[in-house]
T-cell receptor, first 112, second 109 residues
Framework: SQTIHQWPATLVQPVGSPLSLECTVE??????LYWYRQAAGRGLQLLFY??????ISSEVPQNLSASRPQDRQFILSSKKLLLSDSGFYLC???????????FGPGTRLLVL | GENVEQHPSTLSVQEGDSAVIKCTYS??????FPWYKQELGKRPQLIID?????GEKKDQRIAVTLNKTAKHFSLHITETQPEDSAVYFC????????FGKGTTLSVSS
């Protein structure tokens, strides 16, 4: 069966520091991968999606970037965090484009 | 692009009552409609989905109905229990998967 992992689970970072969040999927090949952000008590904002290695589509221009160095690995990065980057970051995978998506456990980021 | 409206934003019911959450979408090409449940501090989890060639789907106490002509779909939960308390998100998939803003369901015993 398929499993999706995210780490770290929680992170407290100062404003202006870099960020690297990692997501890996097991049990499937060539998944579509997604990064979402959820502000406290809010909905799901799609940040990036990828249909293959090295292929990244950005949905929201901001100080975040994403990379997919391996088939089942998706990384979310920032060079300098802003206070507004605080939130719950969710990685998801799907077997088809814009089909059922399965979410990872999430990373809770607090920027101080 | 696709726009998904979800109502109500909050819903409070007594245990045993039914709960209905409604969503409307704008893109007539959308053909897949999943529903997710998110408990506090947890990830969203798929609870039921429906495709455009089906009008209704049921799984125990939950059911989803789809009206393609009117471009709306609804989640029905019967015999609600306290553990049904969560945020529920609808979504519509066409050229993208677009989520509604969520409904916070509170079931009091």
């Amino acid at each position: 069966s398929q499993t999706i992992h995210q780490w770290p689970a929680t992170l407290v970072q100062p404003v202006g520091s870099p960020l690297s969040l990692e997501c890996t999927v097991e049990g499937t090949s060539n998944p579509n991968l997604y990064w979402y952000r959820q502000a406290a008590g809010r909905g799901l904002q799609l940040l990036f999606y990828s249909v293959g290695i090295g292929q990244i589509s950005s949905e929201v221009p901001q100080n975040l970037s994403a990379s997919r160095p391996q088939d089942r690995q998706f990384i979310l990065s920032s060079k300098k965090l802003l206070l507004s980057d605080s939130g719950f970051y969710l990685c998801a995978w799907g077997s088809g484009t814009w089909e059922t998506q399965y979410f990872g456990p999430g990373t809770r980021l607090l920027v101080l | 692009g696709e726009n998904v409206e979800q109502h109500p934003s909050t819903l409070s019911v007594q245990e045993g009552d039914s709960a209905v959450i409604k969503c409307t979408y704008s893109d007539s090409a959308s053909n897949y409609f999943p529903w997710y449940k998110q408990e506090l501090g947890k990830r969203p989890q798929l609870i039921i989905d429906i495709r455009s060639n089906v009008g209704e789907k049921k799984d125990q106490r939950i059911a989803v109905t789809l009206n393609k002509t009117a471009k709306h779909f609804s989640l029905h939960i019967t015999e609600t229990q306290p553990e049904d308390s969560a945020v529920y998100f609808c979504a519509a998939a066409g050229t993208a998967l677009i989520f509604g803003k969520g409904t916070t369901l509170s079931v009091s015993s």
